[in-house]
């Protein structure tokens, strides 16, 4: 691509990115998707805008997955690591063992030979971590168990990308590291026509290397590098890095990537970490964008219009397998039928990096171009319909089944009455026991997350196990006799339920709940709870205090200048929740109580006889001279 076809190609590719993926994502289908979309509308097969040349930039996008996992490595902080050890290496070894064997062993019996049956069960075993992620980020499912256990077997299948890498050119027919074309493209290797012995020192000496300087020479070069105070040479030092390792690595017979990888593990410490994501993050999405785009444009839909039953019956069997595993993973692992059907369906479909797999080991002979072909189509098919999988799971998997499942631990006895009932003990609940507790007053707390009890019995809090919207377990703790409970969890759908539960079976409690904005205190309000709390309102409201201060604000003014927003604000809420669901009232009001707080807050500015706000102020003495008030 030259001249005028370069430039046509880039307004075709960046069009065609800028179209697309704000409508999947528009959509609900990711931005992986949209790229995939894109490259198949645009691509030969498709509208034909553009060929054969595809291949090359296919070659050229490839970096993108280098940086990609040089990011990868960046996060994964050797702490981090060892803290997840037992999810990651358990659950994700297992998961990617499982189906590599499973699949390998479909490929064997349709004929294929070991070595390229291997390497397909090693890329259909992965999954793609940006529609999983993604998925469980916009849901709210990230923290739950079967979240975290997502997150753990995807974490382990990035890792697990590395050895794959390195191991598929092993694969190849002869043991030849590199074929003729790879070697071609990024010149002759060192290590070629050496004996075994002197490769194998090479390839330690190169790893050697590596992991020595990333420890030891590149963040004296960063260093070194951030005292110049220019942008510019710090983002291309950072290329050159990222370069330099691929190079290497592919000098010595070893997959870039592989190098790259070690290298952003070896740096996740640094104190220039955040400088190098920050920098090569524009160039990682530019390039993988364009990659997937390439993949895209790949996917060849003559031979799925050719041979649809084939198509339709490997993408089920891909589907079958993967949810069959991840499920008997699932309950292997114990955990409730609600959970392990969100870790099977989220998980069920093919990755980002089977691409990458079915690329690399077809340019090196792993795989025939006849079977990696179609599998590319079946992968990007199986991440296209893994939207309409989780609605399966979610609207009709889980209210028949999943609610069933039964609590697997029993819920603890309660022992002793007291005037405080907490129902959740995170973060929220447990700055209000705390704070009760130091004034004397005892709190009975439950809390449904059986580790934070342990860890919550260590720290010499007493703390029960169990499910605080359940009639029996709140009459076990006494909320006969309780006056106060305070709704601390999260969820805001149970806390509307424990609302409902509450003022049905013990109408004398009061209820104080937590809610995450104006919406959920709405409904609260609507529910007849009288007492509700945002819960960054206050903290935020106090970070607005620090800054007058520091802006050279009197203390006792900024303090009264909060307490008089709060109530303007706990006003306006009480005010505005009856309209709430007429918006042009609704907006009407509400600019109208903005533009009143502000009219009086700057009229209590203006007020000269403020200055008696300087007695909060630790150096007001100092000044008291000079304030007339204070003379008299």
Known sequence: MHGEGFFYQAFVYLSAAVVAVPVARRLGLGSVLGYLMAGMLIGPFGLGLIGEEGRDVMHFAEFGVVILLFLVGLELQPSLLWDMRRPILGMGGLQVGLSTAAFAGIGVLLGLAWQPALAVGMALSLSSTAIALQT????????TDGG???FAVLLFQDLAVIP?????????????????AAAQEHGASWVEGLPGWAETLVVLAAVGFVVLAGRFLVPRVFRAIARVRLREI??????????GTALLMSKVGLSPALG?????VLLANSEYRHELEIDIEPFKGLLLGVFFLAVGASVDFGLITARPGLTASLVGLLLAVKIAVLFALGRLCRMGLDQNLLFSFGLAQGGEFGFVLFSFASQRGVIPGEVANPLVAVVAISMAVTPLLLFVNEKILQPRFGTREKVEREADPIHGENPVIIAGFGRFGSVVGRFLRANGVETTVLEYDSDRVEVLRRLGLKTFYGDASRYDLLQAAGADRARLIVLAIDD???IMGMVETVRKHFPHLQILARAAGRIQTYDLMEAGVAHTYREVFDSALRTGVDALVLLGGRAYHAHRMARTFHRHEEESVRALSGMRHDTGAYYTLARQRIEDLERILLSEVRDPGTCRDAGWDVDSRREQATCPQEKE
């Open 136 to 143: 469980l980020t916009e849901k709210r499912l990230l923290n």
């Open 492 to 494: 805001h759908e149970k």
């Open 234 to 243: 710090f983002t291309a030092a950072a290329l050159l890095l990222v370069i």
């Open 164 to 180: 794959m890498l390195a191991v598929f050119p092993l694969l190849a027919s002869g043991g030849a590291g590199t074929n003729p």
């Open 148 to 150: 975290q256990r997502s």
């Open 260 to 264: 790259t990888f070690l290298a952003g």
